[in-house]
């Protein structure tokens, strides 16, 4: 018997146990921790499903073609998805204009079965994630949500699916490229970021298609975008040990006067509770050494924080144009610490590669921001940060970022996506015409700006 098919209905004694029911009194019992190996599991394999193996980045974030995902919510449990959107959203009326600006909940997790290669990976858990590209997709009336999965967030209600992973992944981010016609931003931010020696998540194509009780019907091209607190810390840095925090809210600013612990939302070490490296940052930026003895104050900033790599992501996210991160918006970024340093991780790339809302971007020179965000204002005040952040300005757009570079890779992820594209409407060359435009006046721009 398959797994899927016994979990819903727990019909024998032993998995009435797994299920936390008693078979003979059908009371509910604390379940019994039982090992996949233990039941005969058609699907489950050690590389496939199990803990016991590396992340396989190969099978789950390939460049190279557009992976099918099919996921079974049971009527009800789209229900109950559904009825959490109406409680929290439904009084602003889910419109972007209407809506608060941050969602302040965490939507509902439910099981589902998710699919792929022939393969099942049982109640999964699924929720929905984001803020305007939920709040969008709930005011438009449409399946296209953006979803967070976790393999192994009801193990502890069915033990069976005890550590399940999706090749090594705990938790995926399906990311809906919400107002983008070409579906590509996401991915091609992340994969620039990398490229030029930031941190930062991987990601792949995928169509995906949902059963929410009235049959399986495909729902459209998402990004697959790997989580931070899983894997992208783990894989990235040698020190896995270090704090990582995702900062929110006004603190994130690090503007004066903002400092809260609990808007740093600490991600790992929750336990230890310890935010001094997080705080001795947000000190230096407000220390009087900044001003009354430069040299020792970034001897003292180097100790804590990696300002080069900061300038790296600085240079990447001023030329590709990213409004929707800090400078802009007190979200979208993560801080490690790697080996006593915080290293910047940037995340959320979906309105880059466009000239921003809000305002727009921030401009390469920077000369517009303000004290609000020191993290920039006051690094790049100091002449040796700025000279070196233009160096890398330079060295990106010529390295990774002409135009012939670029529309040879929107014209092969083109080709990679126009069928599925096709399916789901929408403006998808006129999309990549504006990128290949938008890489071009950016390449003017940095010209204009170094010269």
């Known amino acids: 018997m398959r797994i899927k098919q016994f979990l819903g209905v727990c019909s024998l004694g032993l998995l009435l146990v797994a299920c936390g029911k008693?078979?003979?009194?059908?009371?509910?019992?604390?379940?019994?921790?039982?090992?996949?190996d233990e039941l005969e599991i058609p699907d489950w394999s050690e590389a496939t499903h199990s803990?016991?193996?590396?992340?396989?980045?190969?099978?789950?974030?390939?460049?190279?073609?557009?992976?099918?995902?099919?996921?079974?919510?049971?009527?009800?449990?789209?229900?109950?998805?559904?009825?959490?959107?109406?409680?929290?959203?439904?009084?602003?009326?889910?419109?972007?204009?209407?809506?608060?600006a941050d969602i302040d909940f965490t939507p509902v997790w439910v099981p589902c079965t998710f699919s792929f290669e022939g393969l099942d990976w049982y109640q999964v858990g699924i929720r929905y994630k984001g803020n305007s590209t939920l709040q969008n997709a709930y005011s438009s009336n449409t399946d296209k949500y953006p979803f967070k999965l976790d393999f192994d967030e009801f193990e502890d209600t069915y033990p069976v699916i005890k550590n399940q992973r999706f090749y090594g992944f705990k938790q995926l981010n399906l990311s809906n490229n919400y107002d983008d016609d070409s579906f590509m931003r996401e991915k091609v931010a992340a994969d620039l970021f990398r490229e030029f020696g930031v941190p930062a998540a991987h990601t792949s194509f995928c169509a995906v298609y949902l059963d929410r009780g009235n049959g399986s019907n495909f729902i459209g091209v998402y990004t697959i975008v790997e989580e931070v607190d899983d894997t992208v810390y783990d894989d990235q840095f040698p020190d896995n040990d270090g704090n990582l925090y995702k900062p929110d809210g006004d603190a994130a600013s690090f503007a004066y006067g903002t400092f809260d612990e609990e808007e740093m939302d600490l991600k790992t070490n929750e336990e230890e509770g310890d935010y001094s490296d997080v705080r001795a940052l947000y000190d230096l930026m407000h220390s009087a050494t900044r001003t009354s003895d430069e040299a020792a104050w970034k001897t003292s900033l180097e100790s804590v924080f990696d300002v080069d790599q900061y300038l790296k992501y600085l240079a990447v996210n001023t030329v590709i144009q990213n409004?929707?991160?800090?400078?802009?918006?007190?979200?979208?970024?993560?801080?490690?610490?790697?080996?006593?340093?915080?290293?910047?991780?940037?995340?959320?790339?979906?309105?880059?590669?466009?000239?921003?809302?809000?305002?727009?971007?921030?401009?390469?020179s920077m000369s517009e921001v303000s004290s609000q965000w020191p993290l920039i204002r006051y690094v790049i005040d100091v002449d040796d940060y700025e000279t070196q952040y233009q160096s890398y300005v330079s060295?990106?757009?010529?390295e990774n970022f002409t135009p012939a570079q670029m529309s040879s890779l929107f014209g092969s992820y083109e080709t990679l996506l126009s069928s599925y594209a096709a399916m789901e409407g929408g403006n998808f060359s006129g999309a990549i015409s504006t990128l290949n435009t938008h890489v071009q006046n950016r390449n003017d721009d940095v010209d204009d700006y170094l010269e």
Do not use: C
């Not at 998805?81 to 608060?100: F, H």
């Not at 060295?395 to 010529?398: E, I, S």
């Open 51 to 100: 803990n016991d193996v590396d992340p396989d980045y190969e099978m789950v974030f390939p460049d190279d073609e557009v992976l099918r995902l099919d996921i079974t919510i049971s009527a009800e449990n789209w229900s109950a998805m559904q009825a959490d959107l109406d409680e929290n959203l439904g009084s602003t009326g889910g419109r972007p204009g209407n809506a608060v």
């Open 22 to 36: 008693d078979s003979d009194k059908g009371t509910e019992v604390e379940p019994d921790l039982i090992d996949a």
């Open 323 to 364: 409004w929707d991160t800090y400078g802009v918006m007190t979200h979208n970024y993560f801080l490690y610490n790697d080996l006593g340093k915080l290293v910047w991780i940037p995340w959320d790339n979906n309105e880059s590669l466009q000239d921003g809302k809000m305002g727009g971007a921030i401009s390469l």
């Open 395 to 398: 060295q990106f757009t010529d």
